[in-house]
Every structure is written in C-alpha cells, then in structure tokens.
C-alpha cells in the first residue's frame, strides 16, 4: 500500500519543533521506494493546529518531527498516523531511512564532523 | 577548551543546581549535566557534537542560534523565558540563560547554556491562595477541596505516595503538583508507564543498561531512577508492571541502590517515588499479581480522586471551563451552552472523567457553528442509554460500589428492562421505589441511599418528585 509521509524541516535538519515548523515536505513512496516527485509546502507561519489539520485532509500515514506536544502526538495517532518525533538530524538521512522503515522514535542522526549543515 | 586553571568539566556542571550544559564555538555539544539529560530526555554521550539548539529546542527566538550568536560575537550574556519540548512530549517554561566562555587568550571559545525549569515556581493569585487551575486541577466541591488540601500535606514529606482513581481524574497532574510544591521541585519530575512497555524494556528503562548487556545495547544508557536523582520518580500504572520487577523495584526503595542492567556496580540514588493506579491494587494483592511488601512500602501515604460522577457541582465548572479554553484555542465566538445541552451535559456520568468532559467539549465547540452549543452539537453517545455504561474498567471506586449494591439491594427493585433508560431516569426510579417502601418518610429513604436529606431534596426537586 502507498504511503504518504510528512517531514517538518528547517534548514538542512529535522525541525527542531512541530509548532514552530513552517517548511513541510512531503513524500509518497510504496515498499522502500520514493514515487514521483518529493512536494515542498512553505507555510505562512508556524501552526501546529495546522500541521494537523494539513496530515487529515493529505491523508498522511507517516510524520516524521522533532518535538511534538503530548496533544498533537496524541491526536495524529488517533488519526492513525505513526509519528516518529524527536528525531535529530540531517531530514534527508531521516527521509531516506524513513522510507526505508529504518527510522526510530528519538533517533539522533549524527553527521560527519566535515559535513557544513545550515541550521 | 583551554582554561587558566585544569577544570572537570562534567563535574563542574554537576554541581550546578539547573539544567546546563557548555557549548563550543560551533555551538555543539561539549558536555551537559545529569538535570539537562533529565529534562530533554537525551543522554550526553549520544548527543556530543550536536548543536545545543537541538535538543534544547525553545521558543525563544534561538531556533537556528541567533542568541547563540549575538552571545558569541557581543560577549554580553542574555537570559530569556519560553518554553521548550522535550522528547517526552512534554512543554516545560525555561528560563534561558547564555553567557560566553573565553579561553586564556580572550577570545570567545564556546558558551555556557543554563536552562531553568520555571514550571516548578508556585503560582499564586491575589488572594495569596495557590491555583491548580494552571495544571487544569479545578474543583470546588468538598471532596475536591480535602484532595488541594492533602496534596499541601503530601508535598510536605519525602514519603513514598500512592494516588488511586479512575481513568481521567487527573492522577499525573496532581503527581507533578505534589512534586512540584515540594522540596526536590527544582530537580526532576520522571514519569514512566510501567504498563505501556514489555518487562524486558521496562527494566531498561527504569535501571538503565551497560554497553553489551544485550543485543542492541551499544552504548550505556542512564536508567530513569539515575535521571530523577534528587527528583521525583512517577511510576503509572504501578499495577500492571511484572512480578520479578516488582522484587527489583522494593529493593531499591528499600536500599536506594540498584545495579544496572548487565552492569556489576551499584549505583546511589536518593529519589521519591509517587506511583499512581486505576486498579484496585489490594485485590491485585490478593490474587498474588502484586507483592504485599511492595504494596505496604508504596501505600504510606494515600490519596484518592473521586471520580467525577461524586464531585458535586463541579461538572458546571469544568464546563465553563473547558468551554473557554476551547472557544480561545479555536479562536470561536460561542458564548455558552443552550439549556437542553446544559442539561445533557450536567446529567451525563463521565465514565472517563474530566478527560472524557474535556474532550466533549472539544468536539462541540469544534462542530458549533452557532454562538450557543446545543444538544444536536453534542456527541451522540451522551444521549445514548447510560443503563448500560461501566465506569472505568477495573477501578470499581467505593464510592461507585456502593451505590451498585444499593441499587441491587434497594427493596422492591428491579433493573430496568429498558436498556435504553438515561442514569437520571434510573436514578429518578431508584427514588420513586424507595419512597414507595418508606411510604414517603423521607429520612429513612435518605439513611437507605446514603445521602443527605438535603441532597435527597436536591434530588427530588431535580426529578419533579416534590408536592
């Protein structure tokens, strides 16, 4: 079954706060491989109401964020969507073992020590 | 990081009494203390080299480290408040506090972060009495009342605590009150839900592991009891976790050591524990599903939530409460309740409690479109018969028992055949009966309910029973 996931980004990281997310990316991919294009989505401002309403209405099955309030974790669950939150790092390594189903709650993706990454 | 002086710098940060850590000139990890791995739920060893912004992940305008290099580049320290969220889900109100670090030379060399947890700072209004109602703890009736009492009392003491209720009465937030106004405030509050994990993880999670203590366990990892040092330990649903944990856990209470898993040395710890269930925990006593010992050395001292069904009046409150909140955070112009809905609302039994109020009126102001909530705004299965509806699965409150019984013992009595009754036209027919077999006398009728007479009279007047 295809899959539609939704990654809060900021900068080349995994935003450091769902509320406060404003750039969404998102992906559709079907047993470990990405289809179509990767669709970027700029917000007007940060809105975790929004997010959330945004993840219904696209039916996305997967999010992946860093820190999620308790509330907003609880209710995209409910919606049946697996969030991996806490997740620190570079989004496209998150992206990349998202898809591949590698990805855990709280992973830290460590980059290399010359990697230049813009916060 | 050059120093005029050889400095330990884990420990220096040790003996701080907030959550810190330093930076260098990239702003990544050098080194945090134990209270910071505590409040964002990251270890210092899995997040050396990442940027402190990361795991700090506050409100206050750093969030790519602006502050981080104002501070660098003007020497001048800041401190500012907000939030952050840590990966326990949880928003705490910091204090952020940014001072520059030179080395021997002069020059800026890294950052000391100090993050304070504002959350435990009591709040009190003008008439210099604490109000729960920023933990959403809102109640005015009696029962309430000796709870906001007994949690003063409790946060007076060090001793083991165990809060009973059922589901959705608020057993966390009166655990982090009881923390909160205690002496261990500024150090952590540690929740885990010792029925959400397997026994195996749980141990983990609770003691922590050495670096090849099984398979997957590559590096050390501090259990919670190390994390809540000094602090508070939450254990919820104490009654669900396994037998050989159990022994574990009375050890430690008991020792106040504990070795990690796979580990050989013992490790210290000066930590209260506050456990919270919905199960009657002496009945899991009695069928040999928790050890008696551990039971006795958590019960010391006993609090409970009377569900909400007992809290006289204060649905009217919550309600108005909730109603508030919801109609801000939606940013909607409703006003208040229609009569029929008032009164749907106010004879509903709340088998969840405040959590299952809040989240009807949740879902009404959501649907509202109007500026009053009326009963088609309400969710269906409040009208739906109540005859048939158990509160809480397992919690069987006295309270609730009792009435049970007297239900089933009131002379005369029979269930409605009618499962599609409302719990007010059962309760109206509870009376009704009783009336009939006391011929009226309303003080024998009242002994026999258990109530009050005025409460009997509330009641009676409530159903149209009064001539």
């Known amino acids: ?119 | 990081m050059n120093f005029p002086f050889d400095v330990n710098i884990p420990l220096l940060l040790e003996g701080f009494p907030h959550p810190a850590m330093i930076l260098d000139e990239n702003f990544r990890i050098v080194a945090l203390n134990r209270l910071l791995e505590a409040m964002t739920g990251y270890d210092a060893e899995s997040v050396a080299g990442i940027h402190g912004e990361l795991i700090i992940r506050s409100n206050t305008g750093n969030s790519r480290g602006q502050l981080y290099s104002n501070v660098m580049q003007t020497g001048v320290s800041v401190s500012v408040t907000g939030d952050i969220i840590n990966s326990y889900r949880r928003k705490i109100a910091v204090q952020y506090s940014i001072a520059v670090l030179d080395d021997n030379a002069g020059r800026h060399c890294g950052l000391l972060v100090i993050v304070e947890d504002l959350s435990g700072r009591e709040i009190v209004n003008s008439s210099g009495i604490a109000n729960y109602s920023t933990m959403e703890m809102i109640g005015h009736s009696a029962k309430m009342q000796k709870v906001f009492d007994m949690i003063l009392l409790l946060a007076q003491t060090d001793t083991s605590v165990m809060i009973t209720g059922e589901t959705g009465t608020g057993k966390d937030k009166v655990a982090e009150i009881i923390h909160q106004k205690s002496s261990r405030a500024r150090f952590p509050f540690i929740k885990v839900n010792c029925g959400a994990l397997p026994p195996g993880l749980l141990e983990s999670e609770l003691f922590g592991h050495v670096k090849g203590a099984f398979t997957g366990a590559s590096r050390n990892k501090p259990g919670m009891f190390s994390l809540a040092d000094k602090g508070t330990l939450f254990l919820t649903e104490i009654g669900d976790m396994p037998l050989p944990l159990q022994v574990k856990l009375l050890s430690v209470l008991d020792d106040r050591e504990f070795v990690p898993v796979g580990g050989e040395n013992k490790i210290s710890v000066d930590v209260r524990i506050i456990a919270a269930t919905h199960r009657p925990l002496r009945d899991q006593v009695r069928k040999h599903k928790f050890r008696e010992d551990l039971f006795y050395r958590l019960n010391v001292l006993q609090i409970h939530l009377p569900p909400l069904r007992e809290r006289e009046g204060d649905v009217r409150y919550l309600l108005d409460y909730f109603l508030q909140k919801f109609t801000k955070a939606l940013n909607k112009p409703i006003l208040g309740f229609a009569p029929k809905a008032l009164q749907a609302l106010l004879n509903f039994q709340y088998p969840g409690n405040v959590r299952e109020l809040s989240n009807i009126v949740e879902y009404a102001v959501n649907i509202c479109p109007r500026k009053k909530i009326n009963p088609d705004h309400l969710p269906p299965y409040i009208f739906d018969q109540q005859a048939d509806r158990i509160p809480a699965a397992d919690s069987s409150p006295r309270e609730f028992s009792r009435e049970a019984k007297k239900i089933d013992s009131a002379a005369g009595y029979t269930a409605p055949s009618d499962a599609r009754e409302s719990w007010s036209e059962i309760e109206r027919q509870l009376i009704v009966d009783i009336l009939k077999d006391h011929r009226g006398n309303r003080t024998r009728v009242a002994e026999e309910l258990g109530w009050g007479r005025m409460k009997l009279w509330r009641k009676m007047k409530k159903y149209g029973l009064q001539q």
């Open chain 1, 1 to 119: 079954m295809m899959q539609k996931m939704m990654v809060l980004i900021q900068g080349d990281f995994v935003a450091p706060r769902f509320d406060l997310a404003t750039e969404v990316l998102m992906v559709q991919f079907d047993k470990g491989n990405v289809i179509g294009e990767p669709k970027m989505i700029i917000m007007e401002r940060s809105s975790d109401e929004a997010l959330c309403q945004m993840a219904v209405e696209e039916n996305i099955t997967d999010i992946i964020c860093g820190g999620i309030e308790e509330v907003h974790y609880n209710f995209l669950v409910w919606k049946k969507v697996a969030v991996l939150d806490a997740v620190i790092g570079n989004w496209r390594k998150a992206v990349e073992k998202g898809v591949a189903g590698t990805l855990s709650q709280g992973e830290i993706l460590h980059s290399n020590k010359d990697e230049s990454l813009t916060l």
